[in-house]
């Protein structure tokens, strides 16, 4: 629970602080930006290089993965096996894609991840769903985009139950 929690909670703050607010004041030239100590925690994992000036740059997939990653408490995934053919192994962030994908929470299309695209919503919300253990449920809704949305949608998720 703690796990879903913490995923939810980061993933919500990357939401709302990629968006960030300038704001200049009234009698002086210089600006307020909100936010800024929370893009510290990207910073210093080592995901984004964020900074008040590019706040409304949109995060990549392979940014987004290695977030992921590193919140879900997954590690690097090394070895010579070339997974995607648009992600070389010299990409920074190839460990981390290659470790998601493993472990079946990525997928990508047509033998590509298209590292440096944008991540949309729907495709986050897969990945965050999935981490969480709800990839199951999503696709049993319909599967992938459909019922990954109608339950990003629901403030009700509901329980997982685990068999040991």
């Known amino acids: 629970m703690k796990k879903i929690l913490g995923l939810i909670l980061c993933f919500t703050m990357l939401f709302s602080i990629s968006s960030g607010l300038v ?14 100590n929370e893009l510290g925690i990207f910073k210093s994992l080592g995901i984004c290089e964020y900074t008040p000036e590019n706040l409304s740059e949109k995060i990549t997939r392979a940014e987004f993965i290695k977030l992921a990653a590193i919140v879900g408490g997954y590690p690097e995934y090394k070895s010579s096996e070339v997974v995607f053919s648009d992600l070389p192994l010299e990409h920074p962030f190839e460990p981390y894609v290659k470790s998601l994908y493993k472990l079946g ?15 949309t919503l729907v495709e986050a919300s897969a990945v965050v769903l999935r ?4 990839g199951a449920v999503a696709e049993g809704k319909g599967g992938y985009p459909v019922g990954y949305i109608n339950l990003a949608r629901n403030p009700y998720l509901p329980p997982i139950h685990y068999r040991i």
């Open 23 to 36: 704001i200049a004041s009234e009698d002086s030239s210089e600006s307020v930006v909100y936010g800024e």
């Open 105 to 119: 929470i990525i997928a990508g299309a047509d033998g590509k991840v298209n590292p440096d695209g944008e991540m």
């Open 131 to 134: 981490l969480a253990g709800y």
